[in-house]
């Protein structure tokens, strides 16, 4: 049964990745051709804070001890600074003289709830609340105070979770794998500044929301709509 469980969590490991390759190749080897464009590639770090929410359950009494319905975490933690830490890694395409741009985003966050419900053992995404997305990019022409540009972004792509859930004391159910569970969108916003020749950095507030449906193992379903506030900054290279 575990080799079974990490022969799944490697399929979805692997599923995960051939979607960033895809979009990876997308932005790196379609340039438009004729239209010149920068490359920028950036890491960044930084703080979440996820909203309020509930959790839906449904099917899994008998696997998790849990009645179908709603159910209060009286919020979520994100731990932004505890192992796994919090991080991203982008890679923007912006056209020369122009203020659009498009990128490519991963971004690893935590999310665990506040207080279990219902007698459950745990409830959290520990190993990420991860999202991939393909974000649209604006910048100002003008720069502002101490050579700072703004920029803005809307970004749609997929959530890929490790979503882990233990059912109650009198059950056996438990959750413990990566799961694509939906659709995932943010907006953000940021100030961009030169540090040398091709290095520059920037200082970011980003929303995303992830509205989640994960399949339980041995019967039921988990739902909740994460909103996830982050600060970040980071470090780009421009080539």
């Known amino acids: 049964m575990i080799i079974d469980q990490m022969f799944k969590n490697l399929r979805f ?25 920068t490359y920028e590639f950036s890491v960044y770090g930084g703080m979440n804070h996820p909203a309020h929410s509930s959790v839906k359950f449904s099917g899994a009494a008998s696997s998790y001890g849990i009645s179908d319905g709603s159910y209060s975490t009286d919020g979520w933690k994100g731990k932004s600074f505890e192992s796994p830490v919090y991080y991203g890694l982008r890679l923007d395409y912006w056209l020369d003289n122009k203020p659009w741009g498009l990128g490519v985003d991963f971004n690893h966050s935590k999310v665990i709830a506040e207080k279990l419900p219902a007698g459950l053992r745990r409830l959290e995404f520990t190993d990420g609340l991860n999202t991939l997305t393909l974000t649209g990019l604006y910048k100002t022409n003008e720069k502002i105070f101490f050579d ?35 659709i995932a969108y943010q907006i953000l916003g940021g ?9 520059g950095g920037f200082a970011e507030y980003r929303l995303t929301f992830t509205p989640l449906e994960a399949d339980l193992n041995g019967g039921g379903k988990f739902k909740s709509d994460i909103n996830n506030s982050q600060l970040s900054l980071g470090i780009t290279y421009k080539f």
């Open 13 to 37: 490991v692997s599923f995960f990745l051939a979607k960033i390759s895809a979009l990876f190749a997308f932005v790196v080897f379609t340039p438009l051709n004729s239209i010149a464009g």
């Open 148 to 182: 700072l540009q703004p920029y803005l972004g809307v970004g749609v792509g997929i959530s890929y979770p490790h979503v882990e859930i233990t059912g109650t004391s009198s059950s056996s159910g438990r959750t413990y794998e990566y799961q694509s569970t939906g």
């Open 191 to 199: 100030l961009k500044f030169s540090l040398h020749e091709n290095w």
